[in-house]
């Protein structure tokens, strides 16, 4: 009786085999896919910084890529259609390079109201490059426009202390912090005054550039401050997503929709003659390399913030202006002057100083990781 009992639990042994071996082999496949992603979840701040670093360079040579399509003459609503389309090819080729399901992780995504609702402020923040671009065309003095730009820095701190508000209940330095930052939003609004009052550059047209910077600048402090704010609020309803496939897929949603919504002001706005000026190979050509900047640099930043440990990684973002400025320079596209100079230390000095506070209230980036009391 027991040989018969074992005789028969052998052969339902061997009958189960092939489907273990089957789901060892999903499990084996599935490990393969996400392997780099497993490596981003870990927490590194070496690696958040050096991903900072890396996405600070590439927003620096946007600049250069924005000042050098203004010989082509195209309307800033096209260039944003062309080089969001660029975007787009990027973030769904490395999407696909990551074995995702697009469609399906667009979907899990946005059945989440909270979600949506945190995509809809991001999306309306995502049009600060083309604002930038758009003033960049504008301003005589290319050299200007990344220090108006840095902007973004001092608006971030200042949304991040009211919409985390509930978060720092005992903050120190609150005095020292907030004069910081009107040293910070005096260095930005030192070039302009100067051309205000000393300067024959009174045209109104020129203000307005100086206008669309800066307004690019308040909504990449949005962005900044909601961007990784998705992250994690994916991140809680799906806790299985790595961190590089929510990166990947919440960028590749916004680029969508500035992308569709670049497309539908284009026509109803320009006519034939109009789009047949981005065929030129050479812009053509600037838009690609657009496309790519602006993808992985929104990449890096996302993955650095869910990585970090300290908020000092940051400090890495202080050299975009740095280097849009040398690059503009460099290319002939305005020159340095001592008030630069000055514009350059007043807002770059107080950023340090703040990023490297240890006080609760003195980040204006990884606030949203803060957990309550």
Do not use: C
Not at 91 to 117: A, Y
Not at 156 to 184: C, G, P
């Amino acid at each position: 009786m027991t040989t018969k009992q074992e005789h028969r639990s052998f052969k339902k042994s061997l009958s189960k085999k092939p489907t273990l071996q089957k789901k060892t082999s999903k499990k084996l496949s599935n490990s393969r896919t996400t392997a780099p992603a497993r490596f981003l979840e870990e927490k590194n701040n070496n690696a958040a910084f050096a991903l900072i670093i890396a996405s600070s360079l590439l927003v620096g040579f946007i600049t250069l890529v924005g000042a050098a399509t203004e010989e082509f003459h195209v309307p800033m609503g096209l260039i944003t259609v062309v080089g969001y389309f660029s975007a787009l090819i990027a973030g769904i080729s490395f999407s696909k390079v990551l074995g995702l399901n697009i469609f399906q992780e667009v979907s899990s995504i946005m059945s989440v109201p909270k979600i949506k609702t945190l995509f809809l402020y991001r999306i309306l923040s995502g049009f600060g490059f083309p604002l930038f671009f758009a003033g960049l065309f504008i301003v005589s003095n290319k050299v200007l426009a990344p220090l108006l730009y840095e902007v973004s820095p001092v608006v971030s701190i200042i949304i991040s202390y009211f919409m985390m508000k509930n978060y720092y209940r005992q903050e120190k330095n609150k005095l020292t912090t907030w004069a910081l930052i009107s040293i910070s939003v005096i260095g930005v609004f030192l070039l302009p005054a100067k051309n205000l009052i000393s300067s024959t550059i009174l045209i109104p047209d020129e203000l307005y550039g100086y206008a669309l910077i800066i307004a690019g600048g308040v909504m990449r402090a949005f962005a900044t401050v909601i961007s990784p704010k998705i992250n994690l609020t994916i991140k809680n309803h799906y806790p299985q997503k790595s961190l590089i496939n929510i990166s990947a897929i919440s960028q590749l949603i916004i680029v969508g929709f500035i992308l569709l919504f670049a497309i539908i002001y284009a026509a109803l706005s320009y006519d034939i003659a109009e789009f047949r000026s981005i065929l030129h190979p050479k812009f053509l050509a600037l838009m690609f390399i657009f496309g790519l900047l602006e993808y992985f640099s929104n990449i890096l930043t996302k993955i650095s913030g869910s990585i970090a440990e300290s908020h000092n990684i940051y400090m890495g973002r202080l050299i975009t202006p740095i280097i849009g400025v040398v690059l503009l320079w460099l290319f002939g596209y305005g020159d340095i002057e001592y008030i630069i100079l000055l514009s350059l230390a007043l807002i770059i000095i107080p950023n340090i100083l703040l990023n490297l506070n240890t006080s609760k209230i003195g980040n204006s980036y990884l606030s949203i990781f803060s957990k309550r009391k």
